[in-house]
């Protein structure tokens, strides 16, 4: 049909690019394998407890905020202390992330040599590499220890990943624009101090966000916004290129449409247009992501230890922890556990440990339960809430990444009317997402 589009794919970034093309009035179906929105991104209640299996928060950009006002879901928000600390568990011990200047001289999670490297860093010379890996960059450019003790714990955090494979251009490209641009990440922080004070004085929250309801707030929101133009549980079984536009089977229905933003996963993404697009399918198809388990845990609160207050703690490798790390549920928003106790999202698995998330729960409750009692959070055993398992996690921007988006870039670019969007594209967090959607429907 002349002028409609077809979104393939009812996760944030597809419902996003449905809601674009629903308020400037475009004609629209979005198809949704499963029978509710969302992706990834769910939360869930179970006994008093308020449960996140996949992401925990969001960072309320500009955009998305705007997004958040629009749907009137700015009275449902919630946000985390921005001074809230984080943590570190380095050689089995649980240090709390240094945030100032002063916090780094006191910090004794780095050595007086790898505090004096760090100073070093404005007189580095810049990189060669243009697809050089992450730990490769931050460990030129910072020193062994920060990299090791600080950066890459945050680098599993956000990807799961092995940060020696991850791509700086393609994972944090800001980081390369301030060597570029400025010699050093020194000089890149000082010159960006005043955009990043207007950010500051204009910007519409901060700290963390999530909903009273969790974040699945957000999808399902904007899919009643959506209304009959969703169609849930219906997949797209084929995509072919026709004259004038694009043919979609869904269940025993052809669908014709001018445009098709595929916002499916990568894997799903890929079968589908490799019929006819065999390189875009490839590069889709090449993205690695690694299997991830989710371990929802709860204790009473006396048997709580270490600190009360944070946003939880990530693991540096090399130790004898299983997991990457825990979110400390119950301590950033309220209405997460019942009166009493607590509830802590432990995370296993990833490219660190490919073979955790095909263990028993029991086994996985165990090793979380273990690791958690030896960096001295808990005592005693904990109360299993929840075991949640993806078998497709996060998309990793491995060196290379650069080169498969370009694929898919020349796909679009050689065949009108096809956009791609999604976490494999331009970032991997809820803000991220929201914004590739949201461009796929603003339309070229």
Do not use: C
């Amino acid at each position: 049909m002349s002028g409609r589009t077809i979104v393939v794919g009812g996760g944030l970034s597809g419902l996003a690019a449905a809601y674009a093309l629903s308020r400037r009035g475009e004609e629209f179906v979005l198809l949704e394998s499963s029978d509710r929105p969302g992706g990834v991104v769910r939360s869930q209640r179970d006994r008093g407890f308020l449960l996140e299996l996949g992401p925990n928060t969001v960072r309320p950009t500009a955009p998305l905020w705007g997004l958040i006002e629009e749907l009137g879901l700015a009275g449902e928000a919630l946000r985390t202390d921005p001074k809230s600390p984080r943590y570190v568990d380095f050689d089995g011990e649980l240090h709390e992330v240094p945030m100032s200047l002063g916090g780094f001289a006191a910090t004794r999670l780095l050595s007086p040599g790898g505090k004096l490297r760090l100073l070093a860093e404005p007189f580095v010379r810049r990189g060669t590499d243009p697809d050089e890996s992450v730990r490769d960059f931050v460990t030129r450019r910072l020193g062994a220890q920060v990299a090791d003790r600080l950066v890459e714990p945050f680098v599993a955090g956000i990807f799961a990943g092995d940060w020696s494979r991850l791509s700086a251009a393609a994972a944090f490209p800001a980081l390369l624009r301030s060597e570029r641009e400025h010699g050093s990440l020194l000089a890149g922080a000082i010159a960006g101090r005043p955009a990043r004070r207007r950010a500051r004085e204009t910007a519409p929250a901060r700290g963390l966000l999530s909903f009273r309801d969790g974040l699945e707030t957000l999808p399902r929101v904007l899919a009643r916004r959506l209304g009959s133009s969703m169609r849930a549980g219906v997949g797209a079984m084929s995509l072919a290129p026709r004259a004038g536009g694009w043919s979609v089977a869904a269940g025993a229905e052809e669908l014709r449409a001018e445009r098709v933003v595929l916002a499916a996963p990568a894997h799903v993404a890929s079968m589908l247009i490799s019929p006819f697009a065999p390189d875009a399918g490839r590069a889709l198809r090449e993205i690695p992501h690694p299997p991830l388990a989710v371990v929802h845990l709860s204790w009473p609160e006396a048997s709580m230890r270490g600190p009360r207050r944070g946003f939880g703690h990530l693991v540096a490798p090399g130790g004898s922890r299983r997991i990457l790390g825990a979110v400390w549920s119950s301590s950033l928003f309220p209405g997460r556990a019942p009166e009493g106790r607590s509830l802590l999202t432990v995370f296993l698995g990833g490219t660190r440990d490919p073979s955790a998330p095909s263990l028993s729960d029991a086994a996985l409750i165990d090793a979380a339960a273990r690791d958690l009692e030896s960096e001295g959070l808990v005592r005693g055993a904990p109360d299993p809430v929840r075991v949640t398992r993806w078998e497709h996690a996060i998309p990793q921007y491995d060196r290379g990444h650069a080169g498969r988006m370009e694929v898919l870039a020349e796909t679009e670019r050689r065949m009108p009317g096809l956009l791609f969007a999604g976490n494999y594209r331009d970032g991997v967090s809820v803000a991220d997402v929201i914004r590739s959607g949201l461009a796929a429907g603003a339309g070229p």
